[in-house]
């Protein structure tokens, strides 16, 4: 079974200034997709971003970026110039290919405050 | 896209009763999945709920504790039967639409349970 790890339950950062959240996966898959949710406290889920495993690109939204490290199972998120509006529950995701039904794993989520 | 409402937006139940959530879609999807979320914890899923057909559930949960319909293409409910203070969760729907990328899922705001 695959396993989602967030080991940063909590992260501050100012408003303007950069965050890397991280995450890793386990897995005996080649091919699989990665992704980060965001969940503002209305508690609708919002997809971030999304990776394809064979992609060695990382992808990238505006301010969000990842970095996929794929032989060390690495996935991580990079929020630039972050906003107000970046503050969110942030939970990293795998879902083997599509075959599966767009079932997801997720991690426990990382809780992230922008200050002024 | 999808634009999905869920209601009740949050409830308070006793235990031993039971609750309908309802879930309804602006448009027409093949697969609803049905996650609980407790309190500090990630997503887990329930169950898909596909149209037509039973709903296939996850290890750990079962049809008479957590029954599901799925009358059409747009909507779909789940019950949290016999409730004790252990299903108190938020509980969401989510669906990937047609055409959307793999694993893109759009998510209501949940259904707030608590149970005394």
């Known amino acids: 079974a695959q396993t989602v790890t967030q080991s940063q339950p909590e992260m501050s950062v100012q408003e303007a200034e950069t965050v890397t959240l991280s995450c890793t996966y386990d897995?005996?898959?080649?091919?699989?997709?990665l992704f980060w949710y965001k969940q503002p406290p209305s508690r609708q889920m919002i997809l971030v971003i999304r990776?394809?495993?064979?992609?060695?690109q990382n992808a990238t939204e505006n301010r969000f970026s990842v970095n996929f490290q794929k032989a060390a199972k690495s996935f991580s998120l990079k929020i630039s110039d972050s906003q107000l509006g970046d503050t969110a529950m942030y939970f990293c995701?795998?879902?083997?290919?599509?075959?599966?039904?767009?079932?997801?794993?997720f991690g426990t989520g990382t809780r992230l405050q922008v200050t002024l | 896209s999808a634009v999905i409402s869920q209601k009740p937006s949050r409830d308070i139940c006793q235990r031993g009763t039971s609750l309908t959530i309802q879930c309804q879609v602006d448009?027409?999807?093949?697969?609803m999945f049905w996650y609980r979320q407790q309190p500090g914890q990630s997503l887990t899923l329930i169950a898909t709920?596909?149209?037509?057909?039973?709903?296939?559930?996850e290890s750990g949960f079962v049809i008479d504790k957590f029954p599901i319909s799925r009358p059409n293409l747009t909507f779909s409910t789940l019950t949290v039967s016999n409730m004790s203070p252990e299903d108190s969760s938020i509980y969401l729907c989510?669906?990937?639409?047609?055409?959307?990328?793999?694993?893109?899922?759009?998510f209501g705001s949940g259904t707030q349970l608590s149970v005394l």
């Open positions: 989510s669906v990937h639409p047609r055409g959307a990328p793999a694993g893109k899922l759009f």
């Open positions: 897995t005996s898959e080649n091919n699989y997709y």
């Open positions: 990776q394809e495993a064979y992609k060695q």
């Open positions: 995701a795998f879902m083997r290919p599509s075959g599966t039904a767009s079932k997801l794993t």
């Open positions: 448009s027409q999807v093949t697969m």
């Open positions: 709920a596909n149209q037509g057909s039973e709903a296939t559930y």
